[in-house]
């Protein structure tokens, strides 16, 4: 799939079957995360790969926004070493993450992890040193279904040249 593609065709994903997602494919998404781009190339992210299902099971009781996390086959955290630029980082990474694993044939979904009343729980659950904040809590696995292709607004309603 090309990377226009892989944009225009992501779609947040909710339900997920039980298969499980091979641990090199996990890889490969992340590795295309620390690929994102970063603010004075300082790379602040660091991922915590959840698989085990009382984990996952755990988060989504935290998480308000994230209950199917519980099903999912895996939920890749972003943390970010708490930098002036740290949350345009994490959220690069998640893009990156998300659009890669849609590429794959995975599913994703992003659940807001900074500022959250949750983050610190998430944190301390996971072994997460001080000095990082939690940017995002990233849902993967495989559809249970095609997910519908909401309306986009169109693009000349959005697009302003060379002042609003």
């Not at 225009?8 to 641990?23: A, L, N, W």
């Amino acid at each position: 799939m090309d990377i226009i593609t892989a944009l225009k065709e992501r779609r947040s994903v909710r339900g997920f079957t039980q298969k499980p997602i091979p641990s090199d494919l996990i890889e490969k998404v992340i590795d295309c995360g620390r690929f994102a781009p970063t603010a004075r190339n300082i790379q602040p992210w660091e991922f915590v790969v959840v698989t085990d299902k009382k984990s996952l099971g755990e988060i989504a009781s935290l998480a308000e926004n994230g209950p199917f996390i519980k099903n999912c086959a895996c939920c890749v955290t972003v943390f970010c070493q708490e930098t002036k630029y740290y949350l345009e980082d994490g959220c690069a990474a998640t893009v990156n993450i998300m659009t890669a694993a849609h590429a794959l044939g995975i599913g994703s979904c992003w659940v807001a992890g900074d500022k959250k009343p949750y983050a610190d729980k998430i944190a301390g659950i996971l072994k997460v040193p001080a000095g990082f904040k939690l940017a995002s809590l990233i849902a993967l696995g495989y559809p249970a279904e095609e997910p519908s292709l909401p309306s986009k607004k169109p693009l000349k309603d959005i697009i302003h040249w060379e002042n609003f």
